[in-house]
């Protein structure tokens, strides 16, 4: 017979995002790792993550059959419409132990959310930042991105400073794009969340910052910082930051479990070092924010 006390609790919340964020920058690394979520450990606040739809356990194959064996996955494809990217839901459940539960009477229930994420190629980006001859199907993609309750924005902590200026610009064009199109609907600027997920944090400089993330962003991002306040600002809605990593460290002490390919302006490059210790850093708070609104340090945790 089944314990009542092990069911998890379905909490409501937002559950439709979409994922952007410049070309290489780990989007479908981030979401496979997530789906796939290998060596947790036993003390974690996350207790499972599993795949809601195909599309998400085919996440799962992906980290199988490309991440752990020490490959480079292939870029998402820039399609004619935005309903042709990839959706991945999953269904996330978090030990009641760590949390303020939402039902105090069920305080020893694990709690549970479903999230579905679109992920867009980073072709967007560049498309948003050629604002005077953008594409055909770029209307598809703001139209889309206009029907989710959040952005997940992946950029990578190592690119540069001029990549910082052209995310900036890109995100800027995006606020005026979406603003008109969401300010038709009641409500829908104020409700609006938008989470900056930094990549690679295991990698310097972010690994300095790993406490400190605001002092990271007006280091290294100045400028997508002034975007996203005024675009809070502006909307009334939510903004947060995060630090991610998809690979997560090896050893003792801890040094990125990555092995180097390449680098240019926006960012470094590689693969896996050591797939039997791999452990994803930091996903879940991201997605745990956008979904309920609320912070949890322990999500955080990315030692």
Same mark, same amino acid.
């Given at each position: 017979?089944?314990?009542?006390?092990?069911?998890?609790?379905?909490?409501?919340?937002?559950?439709?995002? !979409?994922?952007?964020?410049?070309?290489?920058?780990?989007?479908?690394?981030?979401?496979?790792?997530?789906?796939?979520?290998?060596?947790?450990?036993?003390?974690?606040?996350? $207790?499972?993550?599993?795949? #809601?739809?195909?599309?998400?356990?085919?996440?799962?194959?992906?980290?199988?059959?490309?991440?752990?064996?020490?490959?480079?996955?292939?870029?998402?494809?820039?399609?004619?419409?935005?309903?042709?990217?990839?959706?991945?839901?999953? $269904?996330?459940?978090?030990?009641?132990?760590?949390?303020?539960?939402?039902?105090?009477?069920?305080?020893?229930?694990?709690?549970?959310?479903?999230?579905?994420?679109?992920? #867009?190629?980073?072709?967007?980006?560049?498309?948003?930042?050629?604002?005077?001859?953008?594409?055909?199907?770029?209307?598809?993609?703001?139209?889309?991105?206009?029907?989710?309750?959040?952005?997940?924005?992946?950029?990578?902590?190592?690119?540069?400073?001029?990549?910082?200026?052209?995310?900036?610009?890109?995100?800027?064009?995006?606020?005026?794009?979406?603003?008109?199109?969401?300010?038709?609907?009641?409500?829908?600027?104020?409700?609006?969340?938008?989470?900056?997920?930094?990549?690679?944090?295991?990698?310097?400089?972010?690994?300095?910052?790993?406490?400190?993330?605001?002092?990271?962003?007006?280091?290294?991002?100045?400028?997508?910082?002034?975007?996203?306040?005024?675009? !809070?600002?502006?909307?009334?809605?939510?903004?947060?930051?995060?630090?991610?990593?998809?690979?997560?460290?090896?050893?003792?002490?801890?040094?990125?479990?990555?092995?180097?390919?390449?680098?240019?302006?926006?960012?470094? #490059?590689?693969?896996?070092?050591?797939?039997?210790?791999?452990?994803?850093?930091?996903?879940?708070?991201?997605?745990?924010?956008?979904?309920?609104?609320?912070?949890?340090?322990?999500?955080?945790?990315?030692?």
């Amino acid at each position: 017979m089944t314990n009542a006390s092990n069911i998890p609790l379905d909490i409501a919340g937002n559950q439709d995002f !979409r994922v952007i964020g410049p070309r290489r920058s780990g989007k479908t690394a981030f979401m496979a790792a997530l789906a796939r979520w290998p060596n947790a450990k036993s003390d974690s606040p996350i $207790l499972s993550v599993d795949p #809601y739809n195909d599309e998400a356990g085919e996440l799962i194959n992906i980290a199988q059959d490309i991440l752990e064996d020490g490959k480079e996955l292939a870029g998402t494809q820039y399609g004619n419409d935005a309903e042709d990217q990839p959706t991945y839901s999953l $269904l996330i459940t978090l030990k009641a132990k760590f949390f303020n539960h939402p039902l105090p009477a069920l305080k020893n229930q694990p709690i549970r959310l479903r999230v579905s994420c679109r992920e #867009y190629s980073g072709e967007l980006i560049k498309e948003l930042r050629n604002i005077a001859n953008p594409g055909s199907h770029l209307v598809s993609y703001l139209d889309d991105c206009a029907t989710a309750s959040g952005l997940l924005i992946l950029i990578d902590s190592t690119a540069t400073k001029t990549s910082d200026k052209e995310y900036a610009q890109a995100l800027e064009y995006l606020q005026r794009e979406l603003n008109e199109r969401l300010s038709i609907n009641t409500g829908g600027l104020q409700n609006y969340r938008i989470a900056v997920v930094f990549t690679k944090c295991e990698q310097p400089p972010a690994s300095g910052y790993w406490q400190n993330i605001d002092t990271f962003l007006g280091l290294k991002f100045p400028n997508v910082k002034t975007t996203l306040n005024k675009w !809070r600002n502006n909307w009334g809605c939510s903004t947060n930051y995060f630090f991610c990593s998809t690979f997560g460290t090896k050893g003792t002490p801890p040094k990125p479990n990555f092995k180097k390919k390449n680098r240019d302006s926006g960012g470094t #490059y590689g693969v896996i070092d050591k797939p039997g210790v791999w452990r994803p850093l930091g996903l879940v708070a991201p997605l745990y924010w956008l979904a309920t609104g609320k912070e949890d340090n322990q999500l955080r945790d990315i030692n």
